[in-house]
Structure formats: structure tokens, C-alpha cells
């Protein structure tokens, strides 16, 4: 039997990683599927543990895929703004990047759970929050406060995340969540 093409076998991975996602947002980690997860990508059981090796090293991936798609929307909205501007554009972006879809189930409902409190701390601070932190301090937050500022603002922008992926399309809600987050930036931001 041939074997697939490099493209062929990106293209298998893609569809594994986009059903996988699917799968963990709607059932989570535990009843999510192995069979379910391979059946919906229209491929073998043999081929998720191919391109994955394990469940877990699979959601591992899924979580990584997603600290990405809130990463590179923070990045475009960002580009091209001052440091004040950019913090506060990039956390009301933080903040629909991640109640859009599946990411608010995976990242902060799913991933404390099904990674190691390591793993998952990694993750964020590989991804959002290094860019939030790095935002902090161009918009002029003390050195000597930084991490603590990071770890609170992360911290209420999770949260915010949450209550708000708990009514997706309370348009009220979603309102009054970007207006919270202006109220903790204007308190952050040195005038």
C-alpha cells in the first residue's frame, strides 16, 4: 500500500485536529471519543492515534491550536497601534477571540482539567499572556508591579471569559463584559 504524500498527511491531521475540537468544545475531554472524534474526520481510529499517539498528546494539540487563534487575533488587532492603545484593543480582543467558538470550553474549562496544572500554565503563559504582559509594560505599568498586574488582569479577563461563554449570544451581556474590562484598564493604564 503507498504511502500518503506529506500533504496528504497534513491535510489527515487538519481534519483529525477540526473534529477533535469539535468533539472536546461540545462533550469534553472525558466523553469525548476516540471512535467518535475519528469517524466524524472520516478516517481510522489508527490514524488519530498516527498523527496524535494518545488522546491526552491529541487535546495537548487542540489546546495549542487554540492559544494560537486567540494569539493571532490579538496580533491583528494590535498591529500598528500605540502600546496604550494595543493593551486596550488587544484585551477587548482577547475577550471575543476566545468566547468565539470553542476556545473558552477548551482553554479554560477542558484544559485545567485534562492537562497538568504545568502544562496548561504554559500554555497561557507562552501564549496571551506573554503578550499581554509585554503590553502592560509598553503602556507603562511598573516593573516592580508587572507580574502581579499580569496575573490579575489574566486572571479577571478569564473569568470575564467565562461568564460570558455562559450566554454566547446575549448581545446585553456581551456588552457589559467589554465595558468591565475598559473600567479594570482604565484603572491599570498609567494616565
Given amino acids: 500500500m503507498p ?21 472536546f468544545a461540545e462533550h469534553g475531554v472525558a ?73 473558552a470550553r477548551v482553554l479554560l474549562v477542558e484544559g485545567p482539567a485534562a492537562l497538568s496544572w504545568a502544562e496548561w500554565r504554559r500554555g497561557d503563559a507562552e501564549g496571551a499572556e506573554t503578550q499581554l504582559r509585554e ?7 511598573a516593573s516592580a508591579l508587572l ?6 488582569l489574566s486572571g479577571a479577563m478569564n473569568e470575564l471569559a467565562l461568564w460570558l461563554s455562559q450566554q454566547p449570544r446575549d448581545e446585553a451581556t456581551r456588552e457589559s463584559a467589554h465595558r468591565a474590562l475598559d473600567l479594570l484598564l482604565d484603572a491599570i493604564i498609567p494616565a
Avoid at 504524500?5 to 477540526?18: D, K, V, Y
Avoid at 503590553?135 to 505599568?141: C, Q, S, T, Y
Avoid at 507580574?147 to 490579575?152: I, K, L, P
Fill in 147 to 152: 507580574d502581579a498586574v499580569t496575573a490579575a
Fill in 135 to 141: 503590553g502592560l509594560a509598553d503602556a507603562g505599568v
Fill in 3 to 23: 504511502r500518503a504524500s506529506a500533504a496528504e498527511a497534513a491535510e489527515t491531521a487538519r481534519r483529525i485536529l477540526e473534529s477533535a475540537t469539535a468533539h
Fill in 31 to 103: 466523553a469525548a471519543s476516540v471512535d467518535d472524534i475519528a469517524r466524524s474526520a472520516g478516517v481510522t481510529r489508527g490514524a488519530v492515534y498516527h498523527h496524535y499517539a494518545s488522546k491526552p498528546r491529541l487535546f495537548a494539540a487542540v489546546a495549542a491550536a487554540q492559544q494560537q487563534l486567540v494569539a493571532d487575533a490579538i496580533v491583528a488587532a494590535t498591529a500598528g497601534q500605540d502600546a496604550a492603545d494595543a493593551l486596550r484593543i488587544g484585551s477587548h480582543a482577547f475577550l471575543d477571540a476566545i468566547t468565539r467558538g470553542a476556545a
